[in-house]
Antibody, heavy 116, light 113 residues
Framework: EVQLVQSGTEVKKPGESLKISCKGF????????IGWVRQMPGKGLEWMGI????????RYSPSFEGRVTISVDKSINTAYLQWSSLKASDTAMYYC?????????WGQGTLVTVSS | EIVMAQSPLSLPVTPGEPASISCRSS???????????LHWYLQKPGQPPQLLIY???NRASGVPDRFSGSGSGTDFTLKISRVEAEDVGVYYC??????????FGQGTKLEIK
């Protein structure tokens, strides 16, 4: 069974750094793109970017380029989303997702709260 | 960036009645391989989104056949033949033609009357 299991809830202060994770199970992790999607409180879905685990080819939505970093450790079937300096406006649920022609599997989400 | 526009944004439906959601894109989603890269998702309350329909009209595994998708180019439609209580949530269309920069529609909230 395909599963994407994300790291747990985070509460951080503005200016802090953060790295959240997404581990894939039940399929050949390195041969499927993994993407990240943001959902701000009470709002819709925003696609952030994707990475191909086998060669770390990474593509960002123009809206998120330079604001986050997507990476992968294929030896442990895990993708990451990280911030170097969080802002209150980064407060959101973040989903990882397996990308084929569309998105076929989603992680359970990681809630990130940034507050002083 | 391809902009996706859904309508309506709110959809109250009586159980057993049909429902329809429109999704329009600012550019054609037709790839030169002949496929339109348009997909539909349902996000039930408190859950991550789930795939309903991929490439316009293909139901994902386990999706009831009361859900169907159609369209081509810039105009797409999701139809539910007979709405059930478990269908409540927010429906999103998504385009994956233009990489990077995939985009979602604003979402359509389906509620039971």
């Amino acid at each position: 069974e395909v599963q994407l299991v994300q790291s747990g809830t985070e509460v951080k202060k503005p200016g802090e750094s953060l790295k959240i994770s997404c581990k894939g199970f039940g399929y050949n992790f390195i041969t499927y793109w993994i993407g990240w999607v943001r959902q701000m409180p009470g709002k819709g879905l925003e696609w952030m970017g994707i990475i191909y685990p086998d060669d770390s080819d990474t593509r960002y939505s123009p809206s998120f380029e330079g604001r986050v970093t997507i990476s992968v450790d294929k030896s442990i079937n895990t993708a990451y989303l990280q911030w170097s300096s969080l802002k209150a406006s980064d407060t959101a649920m973040y989903y990882c997702a397996r990308q084929t022609s569309g998105i076929d599997y989603w992680g359970q989400g990681t809630l990130v709260t940034v507050s002083s | 960036e391809i902009v996706m526009a859904q309508s309506p944004l709110s959809l109250p439906v009586t159980p057993g009645e049909p429902a329809s959601i429109s999704c329009r894109s600012s550019q054609s989603l037709l790839h030169n391989n002949g496929y339109n890269y348009l997909h539909w998702y349902l996000q039930k309350p408190g859950q991550p989104p789930q795939l309903l329909i991929y490439l316009v009209s293909n139901r994902a595994s386990g999706v009831p056949d009361r859900f169907s998708g159609s369209g081509s180019g810039t105009d797409f439609t999701l139809k539910i033949s007979r709405v059930e209580a478990e269908d409540v949530g927010v429906y999103y269309c998504m385009q994956t033609l233009q990489s990077p920069g995939y985009t979602f529609g604003q979402g359509t909230k389906l509620e039971i009357k």
